[in-house]
């Protein structure tokens, strides 16, 4: 099974109360009308959680969803943590129910829908020794409406993870259709060139996780320079190192894709530092 | 209340069963995995069946879901009908149940969902007077491997419809991000230039709808070519007329588009006698 594909069992809250199905009527069914979070719980405590708050009410205002209260989602942790004090959690809120039709009923509630399931089990080398990845072909479309926003319409997620079965792959490479490399199909990607970062431009499409965000914060605080540019194959194939970076995976170092191999991982290292260090106690 | 939003009562079948909820790791929620068909069921009948399940099972294809027996289908109509032989019914098939992560899980069963609601109540005039139509600023992103498909990834289209509340305008047209008009937030378009038809090519976005694949056969079986080609605005205002089609509005006439106004609808009434017609009678 691969390590990206969890089928554990979960534990779920809709609006508040523990349950396994939401109303068939929903428009985060019908049309992917909503958005989500996925993120690390640890010994009861969420992981930069102020910055997947932010990021989640930043992401609702894009699509004119009101986000949850942070104290209603808190108290759905709470409940949760309760019975897995380790968990990942996803969090999704959709525009809510609504009748046939893409117009927004005038009387809308969103509804949120709090989820654990068991931490994924990757191994521990990933972080240490790198790992194998590789370009997708399926392409990213230019959309800069919905770029950045981590949005329920993720089909050219799943038709570019569909390119590969060979578990010893952990990840793939997406470029857009302008073939800059944008992100991978669950990660942020970080170039190392001469002791500087660098990460795509999200402007016309991927997703700007938290932890992207992050890592461009305090690379700043700590005098590393980081620029948000346009990277092409050519140009990550010829940095120093490859960064993958998530709410779960942390930042592993890319060991190889097709024939370029990495094998010193100085500043993913460091980066990991950071991330443990940036673990928010507020919650 | 606009007309193309429809609250009233529902009556759904899910994998054959009455059902108001669908079980909340459907990977159609998480991520819009999946496609849906909307059609006009009259005295029992569902309209232009077999195109409609052809393209079911074809955009399933693109999506490498395993689409549902017909025979199934036809079953839950006639539960369906049973109690409500006038109604819209809205077909969605997902990839089913699937843990968190975009790989698709190996035993994956995909769901169906049929949900009958009553017939839109469009005003008569409509389709013999025309309608006014507005250019919505959202634009529609150039993804080849979807284009055509009627998926659950329709945010382009939720945005797009949030941009007027004015109940005059009875539809917007969306142009891709090179310009090119591709359709209306819910329907296709035909141009009528010099007694010939022109539809937007729809190989880089766009929903190829059932409606606009029988008026392209049904016109060439009566000597009317039809082209399928780019059109830009100016195209489109030029034209002698210009037409909005799906399963439940027919063939409706432009009366107005900003400035442009249109007062002959020849060949928009002659598309409705075709579609009139072609109803099949083998359901």
Redesign the interface.
Known sequence: ??A?????M?L?F?DGKP???????????????GV?R?LAVRAGRALLWKRHYAKLATDCRA??ITAPDETLLLDDLRHITADMPDC?L?I?V??GS?????????TVIPRR?V?A?PLPDYPAEYATQGVNVRYCA??L???P??AGVK????????????EWQDPSVAEGLLLD?DGAVIEG??CNLFLVEQGKLVTPDLSR?GVAGVTRDAIIEVAAKNGMACRIETVRRERLEAANEVLLVNSLIGAWPVARIEGRTWNHFETATCVRKWLHALADPSV
């Open positions: 099974m691969p990206d594909l969890d089928t554990g979960a779920t809709v349950a396994d199905s939401i109303p068939v009527d929903d428009r985060g069914l019908a049309y992917g009308d989500f996925t699509l004119a990942t996803k999704t959709t525009r609504g009748g046939r039709g893409y117009a927004m009923p005038g829908i989820a399931s399926q392409r479309a230019l959309q409406a919905l949005h329920l319409n993720r089909l050219e997620n799943v038709l570019a993870r569909a259709s199909t669950r499409c």
